[in-house]
Every structure is written in structure tokens, then in C-alpha cells.
């Protein structure tokens, strides 16, 4: 096994997090590696879903900086019409509170975060999975992965683990939580693309509250936009709960998002199979199974039972289940449920978040949502990125240090972008400084993200 000794920071897991942290890294100086074991980067963010948590529920943004950027490229790109302001979340909830959302093309996406990553100088090295950790006296030196050229490893001052399960750190030997703490998290969902559908007439037909069960509840986030190449608003997103089975008294009601970027087109979070370990090969393998079936009989439902869905045909899913919860890291600082719901500030704030507490029920039941106080944001500390008991590792993503709860705001797409400019500004401080990211000066991480445009 050859041994390679030439990056300041390894990025483990080039999704959400880690694409941008490796961005953050290299635009600081560090010769910096990218490890991602898919073809392109981004992970969930190119399963299909919408951008949750730019703004506030006041309105105000609160992740900048390279995750701005990365929208605005897009724009550019004609692969999104950028952030969307104005929907409502429903009657029961303050008026003030409005919802945002930010849609994009995949495709657009996942050539624009690629090109950015290589712009800002990190190499990458993809189609390559994370084997072990490599550690001395409980101090993290690199990683050993394995791909089509063999096994290898590599060193670094710095590891930045934003494999999503914190895969890095617990190899390490970190101290971590599971799910909700009794062997239960999250529930897994494949997220889909119906094509030949009409959502304005979908929209209409929610009016009458039979199967599609949204009009005017809390939960609609009703959101009317110009699609891609449109210049006219029509209806791009709505959230409620539906029922696919034929008899109406008996059948079960599934909290459905439904989100229309081009004409035609609509993007379905629906299907939910619970009980999965996104940390063992035999739990994804089942659930990758069971979603797919899952998405055939729901697209043949919805094409026989709702108004709207009848010329519809599957155009595409998920490159794989999306995992909402897994492992989290036991850090220097655990965020707690009320550091979120209160909207706590830090003196060591790296980052902020602001979507409300969204739980996909672990034993199938609804999505449920709990706003942050005011509808405010909250900051998120530096030292939920520190694996307690490890040096020369951070951890970025929905692994870092929180409660069950908190995370279920913390895990939210934008969220991570916040994080991975965070830990990949930290990383490359740490080693140019040559010190750890544990004694890093945090006045100078959080200086330098302010600089470089990011919320602190």
C-alpha cells in the first residue's frame, strides 16, 4: 500500500458540506484533496430536492458567502431562478413567518459545484471510498480509501470528515450518538421526478381536501413563481399530506412535498421506509429496494387517482435513498434543543442556522415542524465541529455535534454549505498556522469568514 504525503487538508465526502469546505480550503492555501466516492459531487443536494434555509422565517438571509455564490453561478447558468421569498407556511402560523426556498436544475448543479471546486486549485479524487482512519496517540494523520487503483493512504496536517456519518471521526474512535438515542432515526426517503405532469391543476384539486390534503393548512408552503424559461408565475411548490390508496377512509395519509422547477416537470419527496442504519451496507441495500418499489407504485397511483397526474410518467430518481440521520459526533459543545429553538448566539459562532426543526418521524408517522423563536436564526458554535477526544479532525454536515432535535434543523442543505465554508476556512487556517483546528484562534476563523462574506 502506497503512502502519499502531499495535502494540507483531506476533505473526506464531497456533498453538501464537503464540496464546499474543499472550495474554502484550497481558496485559502492549503493543497487540499477531495475524496468522494460518486462520479460528481454534491451528494443529497443533486438527489432532487430544493435548497431549505438561505433566509430566516423573517426574510433575513443567513448563509452567504460561497453557498451565495454557488446560487448566483447557477442563475448564471440558467439552472436556477434563485432564491424565492414569499411563500406562506400556513394559518396557524404567524403571519410574519414566510417560507423560502431555493430551486435548482441538477444537472446545472452538479457541473457548477465541480467547476468551482476545481477553479478554487482542490484536487479531487473521486470514485474512491473512505476505508479508515489514520491516527497516532489519538491524533488523526490522514485516511486510507480503496478504489479501482487499489488501496492507499494519504496524509495531511488537517482531516475535514464530511462523509454524512461521520464515518472519519468514528473510525478515529470518536464518541458519537445514533438517531434519537433508542436505535431509531429518521426515516429514508427516495426522492423522484414525475415528467408529463400538470401541477397548476394538481394545485386546484387540493382545493377540495379529498386526497390531496393541503389547502390552507399550516403545513402548505403554497408557492407561486416564473419556472425556468418562463417569464409568468405559476405554482412551484407546495407540502402537505395525501392519500394514494383507493379506498379514502382506510388508506394512509403520507406527508408529501412536491416541488416544479420547468413545465411539465415535478420533483416528489413522498415514500418513507423506516428503520434503516445509514451506517450498514445490509439496512441501505434494503431500503434502496423498498423505495424503489415504493416510487413505481406511487407514481401509478397518483397517474390512476389524482387530477393532474394522468399523462405523468417517471423520469428519474435519486442516484441513491437520502439518509436524513445517522451518527453525531459527541464534540466540545453538544447543541442542544434549546440553543436551537431559542435562537442562541456564541462568542465562537462559525455559522448559522434557521430552518425550523423538521423530523421525519423514525416510526413512520408525519413530518412535523417546530419554529426557532420569532422566527429568527440561531448560531451554530465551533465547537460542535470538534470530535471530543481527537485532534487534527473536524467535522462537518449533519454529523456534527447536536441533539436529536436541533439536528433536525442542523441537517438542512444550506445549513451544511454554512458548515463546509466554516470547517474548510478552519482547516486551512489550522495548517497554515501550524497548530490544531482545537487551538485555532477562532477570532481569526471568524474574521476571515466574515471577509470572505460568510454569516457568522
Known amino acids: 500500500m502506497r503512502v502519499n504525503r502531499d495535502a494540507d487538508v483531506i476533505v473526506v465526502g464531497g456533498g453538501t458540506a464537503g464540496a464546499i469546505a474543499a472550495i474554502a480550503a484550497a481558496r485559502n492555501g492549503a493543497r487540499t484533496l477531495l475524496i468522494d466516492k460518486h462520479g460528481f459531487l454534491g451528494g443529497t443536494a443533486t438527489a ?43 394559518h396557524d402560523v404567524p403571519e410574519y413567518f414566510v417560507y423560502s426556498q431555493t430551486p435548482y436544475d441538477l444537472e446545472t448543479f452538479k457541473y457548477v459545484i465541480m467547476r468551482m471546486v476545481d477553479e478554487a486549485g482542490a484536487r479531487m479524487m473521486l470514485h474512491t471510498f473512505f476505508a479508515s482512519a489514520l491516527c497516532a496517540d489519538q491524533t488523526v494523520t490522514g ?51 414525475l415528467g408529463g405532469v400538470d401541477f397548476d391543476r394538481i394545485v386546484e384539486y387540493s382545493r377540495a381536501h379529498v386526497r390531496v390534503r393541503t389547502w390552507g393548512e399550516w403545513h402548505s408552503r403554497l408557492m407561486k413563481a416564473p419556472k425556468l424559461g418562463e417569464s409568468q408565475p405559476s ?43 445509514g451506517t450498514k451496507a445490509e439496512d441501505l441495500t ?45 464534540g466540545d459543545y453538544v447543541l442542544s434543543t434549546e440553543d436551537v429553538l431559542e435562537g442562541r448566539d456564541f462568542e465562537d459562532s462559525v455559522c448559522r442556522g434557521a430552518y425550523p426543526v423538521d423530523i421525519h418521524d423514525p416510526e413512520g408517522g408525519h413530518v412535523t415542524h417546530t419554529f426557532v423563536k420569532d422566527g429568527l436564526s440561531y448560531g451554530i458554535p465551533y465547537r460542535c465541529f470538534l470530535p471530543r477526544g481527537l485532534e487534527n479532525i473536524l467535522v462537518g454536515g449533519r454529523c456534527i455535534s447536536t441533539s436529536h432535535v436541533a439536528h433536525g434543523s442542523t441537517r438542512q442543505m444550506p445549513t451544511c454549505v454554512a458548515m463546509g465554508q466554516a470547517v474548510g476556512t ?31
Open 235 to 277: 405554482y412551484v411548490s407546495m407540502s402537505g399530506k395525501i392519500i394514494i390508496d383507493d379506498d379514502l377512509e382506510k388508506g394512509t395519509e403520507l406527508s408529501c412535498g412536491f416541488r416544479s422547477l420547468r413545465p411539465g416537470e415535478l420533483r416528489l419527496n413522498v415514500t418513507r421506509t423506516t428503520g434503516i442504519d
Open 286 to 330: 434494503r431500503a434502496e429496494i423498498e423505495e424503489r418499489k415504493k416510487v413505481f407504485e406511487v407514481a401509478k397511483a397518483l397517474r390512476r387517482l389524482v387530477p393532474g397526474f394522468e399523462k405523468s410518467f417517471l423520469a428519474g430518481t435519486a442516484t441513491e435513498v437520502g439518509v436524513r440521520e445517522s451518527r453525531r459526533i459527541i
Open 143 to 193: 485516511v486510507e480509501v480503496h478504489n479501482k487503483s487499489g488501496r492507499s493512504a494519504w496524509k495531511a496536517k488537517v482531516v475535514v470528515d464530511c462523509s454524512g456519518d461521520a464515518d472519519v471521526a468514528a473510525s478515529a474512535g470518536a464518541s458519537y450518538e445514533f438517531g434519537r438515542g433508542d436505535g431509531k432515526a429518521q426515516n429514508v426517503t427516495l426522492l423522484f421526478t
Open 48 to 90: 432532487g430536492n430544493v435548497f431549505h434555509g438561505f433566509f430566516d422565517c423573517r426574510g433575513n438571509q443567513v448563509v452567504k458567502g460561497i453557498g451565495e455564490e454557488l446560487v448566483r453561478r447557477m442563475i448564471a447558468e440558467e439552472g436556477s431562478p434563485g432564491h424565492l421569498l414569499g411563500g406562506k407556511w400556513g
Open 426 to 456: 478552519a482547516a486551512a487556517l489550522a495548517a497554515r498556522e501550524r497548530t490544531t483546528p482545537r487551538a485555532l484562534d477562532v477570532e481569526l476563523l471568524r474574521s476571515t469568514l466574515v471577509k470572505q462574506g460568510a454569516c457568522v
